[in-house]
């Protein structure tokens, strides 16, 4: 069965300060991956998304970028920071009816 | 545009009561709907599908979904409600690459 993991769980770093959140599929090959934001009150928020090795859609102007490099990691990342970065990440994979599955997220709070 | 629109933010009910969650999209050609559901401290999940045929889809713990076409509607329904359905409820539309979420629906109930 499919599983996905993403890391770390919790995060708590400065402003101004680089950012690295990794994300792995098990059990499935050459999936859609998405990253999203989570706000409360505001639904999903999806900031980028890859049908495949070294191609990434960008859906959100910002301070983000993200990264495949291998068919099943999916890694979000920033080289600053900001105070409006914190909230709640999750990376999701899709399913053969374009359903998605997400992983259990991880909290960044920048301080 | 692409959305996804959910207008009940909170809604409390009693046990036992019916439940009738709204979701309209906008969505340009053939659309795949979904209900995802968040209980408290646990990863969204995927509550049912539509994606073709039967207008009228069960998914589980006796939920289910209608797509009304013409209204642009996939609302969501529970003839009766218990108090472990306390969650946030998102409807969510998309196609092949990507998916769209609504703001999503708090639900809680009353025990």
């Known amino acids: 069965s499919q599983t996905i993991h993403q890391w770390p769980a919790t995060l708590v770093q400065p402003v101004g300060s680089p950012l690295s959140l990794e994300c792995t599929v098990e059990?499935?090959?050459?999936?859609?991956l998405y990253w999203y934001r989570q706000a409360a009150g505001r639904g999903l928020q999806l900031l980028f998304y890859s049908v495949g090795i070294g191609q990434i859609s960008s859906e959100v102007p910002q301070n983000l970028s993200a990264s495949r490099p291998q068919d099943r990691q999916f890694i979000l990342s920033s080289k600053k920071l900001l105070l409006s970065d914190s909230g709640f990440y999750l990376c999701?994979?899709?399913?053969?009816?374009?359903?998605?599955?997400f992983g259990p997220g991880t909290r960044l709070t920048v301080t | 545009a692409q959305s996804v629109s959910q207008h009940n933010h909170h809604v409390i009910l009693s046990e036992a009561a019916s439940l009738e969650l709204g979701c309209n999209y906008s969505y340009g050609g053939t659309v795949n709907l979904f209900w995802y559901v968040q209980y408290p401290g646990q990863h969204l999940q995927l509550l049912l599908k539509?994606?073709?045929?039967?207008?009228l889809v069960k998914g589980i713990k006796g939920f289910e979904a209608e797509f009304i076409k013409s209204k642009f509607s996939f609302n969501l329904r529970k003839p009766s409600v218990q108090w472990s359905d306390t969650a946030e409820y998102f409807c969510?539309?998309?196609?092949?690459?990507?998916?769209?979420f609504g703001s999503g629906t708090r639900l809680s109930i009353r025990p």
């Open positions: 969510a539309a998309g196609g092949a690459s990507k998916i769209i």
């Open positions: 999701a994979w899709s399913g053969t009816e374009y359903e998605q599955y």
């Open positions: 539509y994606f073709s045929g039967d207008p």
């Open positions: 059990g499935t090959s050459n999936p859609n």
